[in-house]
């Protein structure tokens, strides 16, 4: 009956925060079209994070979120910071501006070692596609360029601190902040590696949800997580803002998937009534211990069919359904198709 209960409500549980690698909702949605410009030396490790954010993004919803292009100044092949060669899809001359294929976000990538002089071509490209509306981000120097192109006069930007002097000198317009990350109305900025990695999580809040970030974070902290099932990955500020009774709930949850806990067992454990148990979740998670727990198990129950090889019906149990059918039939209410066919789907995209 409980099981049958919550099948009622999967159409409202899909907005939970518990949504990793859930649709936001069965409606499409526009890709998102993303540009990288790769100066030569560019950072291939705050290209890397910026990029990784994207395909995780891809990864945690049912349907793809963000297309990406790289874009050379000259060639068609950039050397990064590492020398190690970079095949991209295109020259900064053919960037496209509009059309299908106009891009709604722009980044110049640049590092340690790129050179602070102006191109022509690039400057020239950076005015016409943000006249278009098109979002222009940077990373590391990469927000020299665009003060070039006079795209930052009046605004704040972040940037690496060894260019702090040469902006200053030749940009008295731009406002340098002391922050790693900027992020200000049509512009996004970084200082380095891992604010590129902050600035493009924040990016994708904005158009996809908190819910799709929290999903892309828990993937991309997993080597904080030890191989002990029982300890959880690094908290996101706000899950450690939680009280400490739901804290001990999520972590009783997730330790718990292929043997789900009762409700009342729960409760127990953590020390709590079940009314507690039931208020905590709603006030801080706005879903019930039960709907939440079910999404937990049928998400973890997705990355296992998407990334390995074993059977649906050794899923299931991993996850904490009685049968491979009672499990497909969940699947399909969430995701639209059967395991069966999400695993064709992924095997004909791979």
């Keep these: 009956m409980q099981d049958q209960k919550d099948k009622r409500h999967f159409s409202d549980s899909m907005r939970n925060t518990n ?75 053919q960037l496209p501006v509009d059309g299908d294929q106009a891009l709604q976000m722009l980044i110049v990538c640049g590092g340690f070692r790129c050179s602070l002089r102006e191109n022509s071509v690039l400057s020239q490209k950076l005015k016409t596609v943000a006249r278009s509306g098109t ?38 317009k731009v406002r340098l902040s002391d922050q790693v990350c900027v992020i200000t109305e049509g512009r996004a ?19 996809q949800g908190r819910d799709t970030v929290r999903a892309i974070r828990e993937i ?41 806990l009762s409700i009342d067992e729960l409760a127990s454990l ?22 939440y727990y079910l999404e937990l198990r049928i998400t973890h129950a997705r990355r296992l069919l998407l990334q390995g090889s074993d059977s649906i019906a050794n899923i299931a149990l991993a996850s904490g359904f009685v049968s491979s059918t009672h499990f497909s039939h969940c699947y399909k209410d969430y995701f639209g198709l059967s395991p069966s066919q999400a695993r064709q789907q992924k095997s004909a995209s791979g």
């Design 19 to 93: 949504s990793a690698f859930l649709p936001a909702d069965q409606t499409s949605v526009s890709v998102i079209r993303v540009g990288f410009v790769l100066q030569e030396h560019f950072s291939l490790m705050a290209f890397t994070a910026a990029v990784d954010a994207l395909v995780t993004a891809n990864l945690v919803r049912a349907t793809p979120l963000f297309e990406f292009s790289t874009y050379g100044m000259g060639s068609l092949t950039v050397k990064s910071d590492l020398g190690i060669n970079i095949s991209t899809n295109g020259r900064i001359d």
């Design 135 to 172: 979002v222009l981000g940077a990373l590391w120097n990469g927000a020299v360029p665009l003060a070039q192109a006079g795209l930052l006069d009046e605004q704040e930007c972040a940037l690496h601190p060894d260019n702090h002097a040469f902006m200053r000198e030749h940009f008295p």
């Design 189 to 207: 900025t970084s200082a380095g590696p891992s604010s590129a990695l902050d600035m493009m999580l924040a990016l994708i809040e904005r158009s």
């Design 220 to 260: 991309l902290s997993s080597d904080q997580v030890a191989e002990n099932r029982d300890q959880q990955p690094v908290q996101s500020d706000e899950e450690a803002s939680f009280p400490e009774p739901l804290k001990d709930l999520l972590q009783l949850m997730g330790s718990n998937i292929e043997e789900p």
């Design 270 to 291: 953590a020390g709590v009534s079940r009314r507690q148990v039931e208020r905590l979740f709603q006030s801080h998670l706005s879903s019930s211990p039960s709907r």
